[in-house]
């Protein structure tokens, strides 16, 4: 089914490990971001993508790092998990903008 | 920061009424768009409603926005306890909708 893929659904994380958030997409779609939800603060953007080669910073991008070198993919890095990076990251895709995003179903992630 | 504040935080209904929901947000906008959340899930674009238009359906969803006030409305008639979910409004300032900005969202209840 075409859609937005995103592993691992769930993750455990020791503070100061790294890991990385994988997204995938299969249709075409040039534009690409990363949200993150916590409890009552809804979605916040932490990076996105405009297409092949190019990103930029969200709202909230410290500790994270992010590259496009596919159309498809649109991994999402954790550089040394803090516990305050514990949370529920979405990823989402949208062709033109017109027609909304395409979510994937997220990673729940706790850092210890 | 959060653009759109929603109101209420959550709504309680019987299946069959209508449940209205409003978006408030802070700066000018291009394009308003609500989804819907069901729990553990990815979000689902609804309707997306552009600052040039001032009401638009799709299906049992009625939008209304109103640019003087900056808020915008969602109206689900006839609810279904299949409508059981959080409902975000998201915005697209100037800089383009590759930066969406979520609101809080609420959190609506269908009993059968």
């Known amino acids: 089914n075409a859609g937005v893929t995103q592993t691992p659904k769930f993750q455990v994380l020791k503070t100061g490990q790294s890991m990385t958030l994988q997204c995938a997409q299969d249709m075409n779609h040039e534009y690409m971001s990363w949200y993150r939800q916590d409890p009552g603060m809804g979605l916040r953007l932490i990076h996105y993508?405009?297409?092949?080669?190019?990103?930029d910073q969200g709202e909230v991008p410290n500790g994270y790092n992010v590259s496009r070198s596919t159309t498809e993919d649109f991994p999402l890095r954790l550089l040394s998990a803090a516990p305050s990076q514990t949370s529920v990251y979405f990823c989402?895709?949208?062709?033109?903008?017109?027609?909304?995003?395409?979510f994937g179903s997220g990673t729940r992630l706790t850092v210890v | 920061s959060q653009q759109g504040e929603e109101d209420p935080q959550a709504l309680s209904i019987q299946e069959g009424e209508n449940a209205t929901m409003n978006c408030s947000y802070k700066?000018?906008?291009?394009?308003l768009q609500w989804y819907r959340q069901n729990s553990g899930r990815g979000l689902v674009h609804l309707i997306l409603i552009r600052s040039n238009e001032r009401e638009k359906h799709s299906g049992r969803l009625r939008v209304t926005l109103d640019t003087s006030k900056k808020s915008s409305s969602l109206l689900i008639t006839a609810s279904r306890a299949a409508d059981t979910a959080s409902y975000f409004c998201?915005?697209?300032?100037?800089?383009?909708?590759?930066?969406?900005?979520f609101g809080t969202g609420t959190r609506l209840l269908v009993s059968p």
């Open positions: 998201a915005t697209d300032a100037r800089t383009g909708f590759q930066k969406l900005v």
């Open positions: 700066t000018s906008i291009n394009n």
């Open positions: 989402a895709s949208t062709g033109t903008g017109r027609e909304g995003y395409t």
């Open positions: 993508s405009v297409g092949a080669g190019i990103t």
